[in-house]
């Protein structure tokens, strides 16, 4: 879904690309219009590049390229930002990338897009003997790839986990995080009974017909042991683990969930648990900053916690999301822009990203370090649901993928169709999408 990074930190010396490289890579083609063919020597050019992220919502952002453009007058980085939500950002790109514009260099790239964007080829093949990919989470790495060739390099890492309001629990006798939906309900019911939680919602996970439904799904389908598609690249819907997963979405929805759940997205849904509506809630790991501000911001400050999702039978399965950086097909001063990609990933720029803005990094060793775990203790939970999360479908369709996902999720989250009939349209809404 969700996620533009927030990416910061202070300006790296020596990240130079070598010019004038003869080896040349070979285009790989493909039946579904393959990867397009590039080359170390096509990565050349120098000079003032754009950066093209959606909105940044951490206000750091610009402090980072301020950095960057300090130490390279001659390579000037503007940042374009488009919408907030994914969906929007996502087509500003494809309008961009289908008239060959060079209006685009640098493109911050929901991780679930590089197939499409790799295959339509409008990104530049990254040799990865150029990046340094030796200190990053290996989950991440693989978002950056397509057919085996590295075509965006990995930025932010994410994965869902449960956000929990600690002093309530602790109040109602509750004296540790639900591991199960069960444990989360029964939790709910003895909050309730305290006086201060009156007007307070159990839980919130998005439901609003945009990218965040399908992350949802994932989550709950995925939690309960099944897969929007197989291994095989084939759906798999019609399982008694899909209709559980999606049972829980639709459960969730009428009985726990705030009235206007369906209209509240990844913003909306931080403001209502910062306000003090919510006792859990599934949410991303930027919000923990901005959730834990002193500044009057938030009434939940110093007052909550985080933990591994809940599932059916013990812990759930997170989403793995997250940003790559990619280089258009059709940008000037490719080297540069390969140049300020290697400062925006490298891991002093993304230690002082995550002491700024709480988003994960994609470099393992921060997950592990003394201070940034004193002042982030969700990070060895962050961890281990990145380590474990599944994906959204890899497909080369996939704004179509996505868009009949959510169609359907809807449908059955609003009681619009019975949940064995969505998913039922489901399977043969994606059967063409993803069939090789």
Same mark, same amino acid.
């Given at each position: 879904?969700?996620?533009?990074?927030?990416?910061?930190?202070?300006?790296?010396?020596?990240?130079?690309?070598?010019?004038?490289?003869?080896?040349?890579?070979?285009?790989?083609?493909?039946?579904?219009?393959?990867?397009?063919?590039? $080359?170390?020597?096509? =990565?050349?050019?120098?000079? @003032?590049? #754009?950066?093209? !992220? %959606?909105?940044? &919502?951490?206000?750091?952002?610009?402090?980072?390229?301020?950095?960057?453009?300090?130490?390279?007058?001659?390579?000037?980085?503007?940042?374009?930002?488009?919408?907030?939500?994914?969906?929007?950002?996502?087509?500003?790109?494809?309008?961009?990338?289908?008239?060959?514009?060079?209006?685009?260099?640098?493109?911050?790239?929901?991780?679930?897009?590089?197939?499409?964007?790799?295959?339509?080829?409008?990104?530049?093949?990254?040799?990865? $003997?150029?990046?340094? =990919?030796?200190?990053?989470? @290996?989950? #991440?790495?693989? !978002? %950056?790839?397509? &057919?085996?060739?590295?075509?965006?390099?990995?930025?932010?890492?994410?994965?869902?986990?449960?956000?929990?309001?600690?002093?309530?629990?602790?109040?109602?006798?509750?004296?540790?995080?639900?591991?199960?939906?069960?444990?989360?309900?029964?939790?709910?019911?003895?909050?309730?009974?305290?006086?201060?939680?009156?007007?307070?919602?159990?839980?919130?996970?998005?439901?609003?017909?945009?990218?965040?439904?399908?992350?949802?799904?994932?989550?709950?389908?995925?939690?309960?042991?099944?897969?929007?598609?197989?291994?095989?690249?084939?759906?798999?819907?019609?399982?008694?683990?899909?209709?559980?997963?999606?049972?829980?979405?639709?459960?969730?929805?009428?009985?726990?969930?705030?009235?206007?759940?369906?209209?509240?997205?990844?913003?909306?849904?931080?403001?209502?648990?910062?306000?003090?509506?919510?006792?859990?809630?599934?949410?991303?790991?930027?919000?923990?900053?901005?959730?834990?501000?002193?500044?009057?911001?938030?009434?939940?400050?110093?007052?909550?916690?985080?933990?591994?999702?809940?599932?059916?039978?013990?812990?759930?399965?997170?989403?793995?999301?997250?940003?790559?950086?990619?280089?258009?097909?059709?940008?000037?001063?490719?080297?540069?822009?390969?140049?300020?990609?290697?400062?925006?990933?490298?891991?002093?720029?993304?230690?002082?990203?995550?002491?700024?803005?709480?988003?994960?990094?994609?470099?393992?060793?921060?997950?592990?370090?003394?201070?940034?775990?004193?002042?982030?203790?969700?990070?060895?939970?962050?961890?281990?649901?990145?380590?474990?999360?599944?994906?959204?479908?890899?497909?080369?369709?996939?704004?179509?993928?996505?868009?009949?996902?959510?169609?359907?999720?809807?449908?059955?989250?609003?009681?619009?169709?019975?949940?064995?009939?969505?998913?039922?349209?489901?399977?043969?809404?994606?059967?063409?999408?993803?069939?090789?």
């Amino acid at each position: 879904m969700r996620r533009t990074p927030r990416i910061g930190g202070a300006p790296l010396a020596g990240a130079l690309v070598c010019a004038g490289l003869a080896l040349s890579l070979t285009a790989c083609g493909g039946d579904d219009g393959a990867q397009g063919g590039t $080359s170390e020597a096509s =990565l050349q050019g120098r000079g @003032p590049i #754009t950066f093209v !992220t %959606g909105k940044d &919502r951490s206000g750091y952002l610009q402090k980072q390229v301020d950095g960057w453009n300090a130490e390279h007058p001659k390579e000037q980085v503007r940042i374009i930002e488009l919408p907030d939500e994914p969906n929007d950002q996502r087509q500003q790109m494809i309008q961009n990338a289908t008239t060959k514009s060079d209006a685009y260099a640098v493109l911050n790239l929901d991780v679930v897009w590089t197939a499409e964007f790799a295959a339509n080829r409008w990104l530049t093949e990254i040799p990865k $003997s150029q990046v340094d =990919l030796s200190k990053m989470l @290996p989950a #991440t790495i693989s !978002t %950056g790839q397509y &057919r085996d060739r590295l075509y965006a390099v990995p930025s932010t890492s994410d994965a869902g986990m449960l956000y929990y309001r600690e002093d309530l629990l602790k109040k109602a006798g509750v004296s540790a995080p639900p591991k199960t939906y069960a444990e989360m309900w029964d939790a709910c019911a003895k909050v309730e009974k305290l006086p201060e939680a009156k007007g307070i919602d159990c839980f919130f996970t998005e439901v609003n017909k945009t990218e965040s439904l399908t992350i949802s799904a994932v989550e709950a389908i995925g939690s309960a042991g099944g897969a929007i598609i197989g291994p095989d690249g084939k759906p798999t819907l019609s399982t008694p683990q899909a209709k559980q997963g999606v049972e829980f979405l639709v459960n969730a929805k009428k009985e726990h969930m705030p009235k206007e759940a369906v209209t509240l997205d990844t913003e909306g849904g931080r403001r209502y648990f910062q306000s003090g509506k919510l006792v859990f809630q599934r949410q991303w790991p930027y919000q923990y900053a901005l959730a834990d501000q002193k500044d009057g911001s938030s009434k939940v400050a110093g007052k909550f916690a985080v933990a591994p999702l809940p599932g059916p039978n013990g812990p759930g399965v997170a989403n793995l999301g997250g940003h790559n950086l990619a280089i258009s097909a059709f940008a000037d001063n490719k080297a540069s822009a390969l140049d300020f990609i290697r400062y925006l990933t490298g891991e002093q720029s993304q230690r002082a990203n995550l002491l700024a803005t709480s988003q994960a990094p994609t470099v393992a060793a921060l997950y592990d370090d003394p201070e940034m775990v004193k002042k982030f203790p969700y990070l060895p939970v962050l961890k281990q649901a990145i380590a474990n999360a599944k994906p959204r479908p890899v497909a080369v369709k996939y704004g179509d993928v996505t868009a009949a996902i959510q169609g359907e999720m809807y449908d059955a989250v609003t009681g619009k169709k019975p949940v064995d009939q969505a998913l039922a349209d489901l399977q043969a809404k994606l059967q063409p999408l993803t069939a090789q």
